[in-house]
């Protein structure tokens, strides 16, 4: 039996429909949840914080985290059902925006990024000494939790994710436009798995393809 409310099954299924790479990764999908719903929170829409609770790696909607890592196969059927019957209640840009933040970030450049919201942080001592079932409060969703959703919505607008294509290749994030993912190479990729093992980078990597074909990492 799955115990998720519906909103959390259409968003669950857009993401397994969009981005299948992320929705495989419970942390991700759970990120992505988090994400859509303070998008909505900052923008005075209405959200769900629903059984939100602090784990070590962040905040965790815990009758997803149940429902995906008990019954997956059931879990994966109700969520692509609910989605396609009522994929219009669900804010389209939002989930775009969610969905590439925890693209183009590590599991745990996401972790270290949510442990700076003040929803999670208020209750981190309790948490982090072994508290189980740590009930997060929307009242603790303070100015800082705001501020760091709005920098989230204006360093990745609408336009960027829509023309972007996310690469991943080991803990590197690779940006790149949708026009130049055509003119990739097994060359690139080479130089891309070279500086996913050597360098040291922070994600997301944003890369171009310049004139004469060489990659520019920035």
């Known amino acids: 039996m799955i115990y998720s409310n519906d909103r959390k099954l259409i968003l669950s299924g857009w993401l397994h429909e969009n981005n299948d790479r992320a929705y495989c990764s419970p942390l991700k999908l759970q990120k992505y949840l988090f994400f859509y719903e303070s998008f909505c929170k900052t923008e005075n829409m209405e959200?769900?914080?629903?059984?939100?609770?602090?784990y070590k790696r962040g905040p965790v909607f815990s009758t997803v985290w149940g429902d995906y890592t008990k019954?997956?196969?059931?879990?994966?059927?109700?969520?692509?059902?609910?989605y396609r019957a009522h994929k219009s209640e669900l804010i389209e840009s939002y989930a775009?925006?969610?969905?590439?933040?925890v693209s183009i970030l590590s599991e745990k450049e996401l972790t270290q990024l949510t442990h700076k919201y003040r929803i999670w942080s208020a209750r981190s001592q309790q948490i982090m000494t072994g508290a189980?079932?740590?009930?997060?409060?929307?009242?603790?969703?303070?100015?800082e939790d705001y501020q760091m959703t709005k920098m989230l919505e204006m360093m990745y607008p609408d336009d960027m994710v829509e023309n972007?294509?996310?690469?991943?290749?080991?803990?590197a994030c690779f940006v790149f436009s949708k026009d130049d993912i055509p003119k990739l190479t097994e060359q690139h990729f080479d130089t891309l798995s070279l500086f996913a093992e050597k360098a040291d980078f922070q994600n997301p990597v944003f890369v171009e393809i310049d004139e004469s074909g060489g990659l520019i990492l920035d």
Do not use: M, W
């Open 71 to 82: 019954d997956r196969k059931e879990f994966n059927q109700v969520s692509a059902e609910k």
């Open 132 to 143: 189980q079932q740590v009930d997060l409060r929307d009242s603790d969703f303070g100015q």
């Open 96 to 101: 775009r925006r969610a969905s590439f933040v």
């Open 164 to 171: 972007s294509a996310v690469i991943p290749i080991d803990e």
């Open 47 to 54: 959200y769900d914080f629903d059984r939100l609770r602090g």
